[in-house]
């Protein structure tokens, strides 16, 4: 799970409210209210995936996300990571007219760069409606786009993805190629994030990601891994929680890595803890609350960045590639580069995300 619903559902907001005032970032507070689901699917059953087919778009529910991102370094061993995101969000559940330009489907996109060495984190954003001109996701061949910004199969098959984004300096020409095959959340790929609501939920945990990254300054051939998201929904946060924390990781060993709980509005309601654990060979494991914990060990601002991290018979410090990698856009959230350190020896590398703080 991730920041998606959240900025989605400022999307809607900011559309209604066009042209009234000067957008501002969304506090958490203003989501919790459930927007119209009638008509919509709902994740409530396990129920089988198909692939190719999951890779596309999924608008019986009301919303939708492809989530990228990865860590990449240079000959000289100088990392970056990068961030990309398209959001699908469906205003209305009334299958639209056959005209192209009334889809019924809106979508953002968020693109970032964390420059390590340079400890400078830049991200930006754009929103369309759906149109084949504009922006939409397509399961065969795969291509999710907005504008110019493209993430899409080589050939017939999903894999290799090329990735294509650019703006104000900053971009990436990066190709990516499973070398782990997908992999599903929670029960068969239901996954629960309170007592009423859940989402269908699959990740591909490492991608072999090669390429050119360019900043304003210059343009660096980089490699590294990378990790893929998909998730579909119906329904926002329960209003007990103000937030969640996120963590993926790719170990050195070879195995893959991630956790998610949620941020509880008081102390009498439960974090929903969920964690997995991914072989060299992409089998799971799925992590009991017992296995693991996090403690937060420091913050930057208000934002827990730093975490204790106990996992089965191991502590391992999560500490950030640098503090500042907020993302500044429609709704405010914490997304960067960390590693993980087993004493003083850097065992792992993955993605944060904060939100609700």
Same mark, same amino acid.
């Given at each position: 799970?991730s $920041?998606k619903?959240?900025c989605l559902? &400022?999307?809607i907001?900011?559309?209604s409210?066009?042209g %009234?005032?000067?957008?501002?970032?969304?506090?958490?507070n203003?989501l &919790?209210?459930?927007?119209?689901?009638?008509?919509?699917?709902?994740?409530?059953?396990v129920?089988?995936?198909?692939?190719p087919r999951?890779?596309?778009?999924h608008?019986?529910?009301?919303t939708?996300?492809?989530?990228?991102?990865?860590?990449v370094?240079?000959e000289n061993?100088r990392e970056?990571?990068f961030?990309?995101t398209?959001?699908?969000?469906a205003?209305?559940?009334?299958?639209p007219?056959?005209?192209?330009?009334?889809?019924?489907?809106?979508?953002? /996109?968020?693109?970032?760069?964390?420059?390590? /060495?340079a400890?400078d984190?830049?991200?930006?954003?754009r929103f369309?409606?759906?149109?084949?001109?504009?922006?939409?996701?397509?399961?065969?061949?795969?291509? /999710?786009?907005?504008?110019?910004w493209?993430?899409?199969?080589?050939?017939?098959?999903?894999?290799?993805?090329?990735?294509?984004t650019?703006?104000s300096?900053y971009a990436?020409?990066?190709s990516?190629?499973a070398?782990?095959?997908?992999?599903?959340?929670?029960?068969?790929?239901?996954?629960w994030?309170s007592?009423?609501? /859940?989402? &269908?939920?699959y990740?591909?945990?490492?991608?072999?990601?090669v390429g050119t990254?360019?900043?304003?300054e210059?343009s660096?051939?980089?490699?590294?891994?990378?990790?893929l998201?998909?998730?579909w929904?119906?329904?926002?946060?329960?209003?007990? &929680?103000?937030?969640?924390n996120?963590? %993926?990781?790719?170990?050195d060993?070879?195995r893959d890595?991630?956790?998610?709980?949620?941020?509880?509005?008081?102390?009498?309601?439960? $974090?929903?803890p969920?964690?997995?654990l991914?072989?060299?060979n992409?089998?799971?494991?799925r992590l009991?609350?017992s296995?693991?914990?996090?403690?937060?060990?420091r913050?930057?601002?208000t934002?827990?960045?730093?975490?204790?991290l106990?996992?089965?018979d191991?502590?391992?410090?999560i500490e950030?590639?640098?503090?500042?990698?907020?993302?500044?856009?429609s709704?405010?959230?914490?997304e960067? $580069?960390v590693?993980a350190?087993?004493?003083?020896e850097r $065992?792992?590398?993955?993605y944060l995300?904060l939100?609700?703080?």
């Amino acid at each position: 799970m991730s $920041v998606k619903h959240l900025c989605l559902l &400022y999307l809607i907001l900011i559309l209604s409210a066009c042209g %009234t005032e000067e957008s501002r970032p969304l506090s958490m507070n203003a989501l &919790y209210e459930n927007p119209d689901v009638t008509g919509f699917s709902r994740a409530e059953k396990v129920v089988p995936f198909e692939f190719p087919r999951e890779h596309g778009e999924h608008r019986d529910f009301q919303t939708e996300w492809w989530y990228l991102v990865g860590v990449v370094a240079d000959e000289n061993q100088r990392e970056f990571g990068f961030q990309f995101t398209l959001f699908r969000q469906a205003l209305t559940s009334t299958m639209p007219s056959e005209e192209a330009w009334r889809s019924g489907q809106v979508y953002m /996109a968020h693109f970032a760069i964390s420059d390590i /060495a340079a400890r400078d984190h830049v991200a930006f954003e754009r929103f369309s409606r759906g149109h084949e001109r504009l922006a939409g996701v397509s399961s065969e061949p795969f291509k /999710a786009f907005l504008e110019d910004w493209v993430l899409q199969s080589v050939n017939t098959t999903f894999s290799p993805l090329e990735l294509r984004t650019q703006d104000s300096g900053y971009a990436l020409e990066i190709s990516l190629e499973a070398t782990k095959p997908p992999v599903l959340h929670g029960e068969d790929g239901l996954s629960w994030k309170s007592d009423k609501n /859940a989402s &269908y939920y699959y990740s591909i945990p490492r991608l072999k990601a090669v390429g050119t990254l360019t900043t304003p300054e210059q343009s660096f051939e980089v490699s590294g891994e990378a990790w893929l998201d998909r998730e579909w929904s119906t329904g926002v946060l329960d209003p007990n &929680y103000q937030g969640w924390n996120w963590l %993926t990781l790719h170990l050195d060993d070879g195995r893959d890595l991630v956790l998610f709980n949620l941020v509880p509005k008081t102390e009498s309601v439960d $974090v929903m803890p969920v964690g997995m654990l991914i072989d060299e060979n992409g089998s799971r494991t799925r992590l009991q609350p017992s296995e693991w914990a996090m403690k937060s060990m420091r913050l930057w601002r208000t934002w827990p960045v730093s975490w204790e991290l106990e996992l089965q018979d191991k502590t391992l410090a999560i500490e950030p590639a640098f503090d500042d990698q907020l993302m500044s856009t429609s709704v405010r959230y914490w997304e960067g $580069v960390v590693f993980a350190f087993d004493g003083k020896e850097r $065992v792992g590398t993955g993605y944060l995300e904060l939100t609700g703080y």
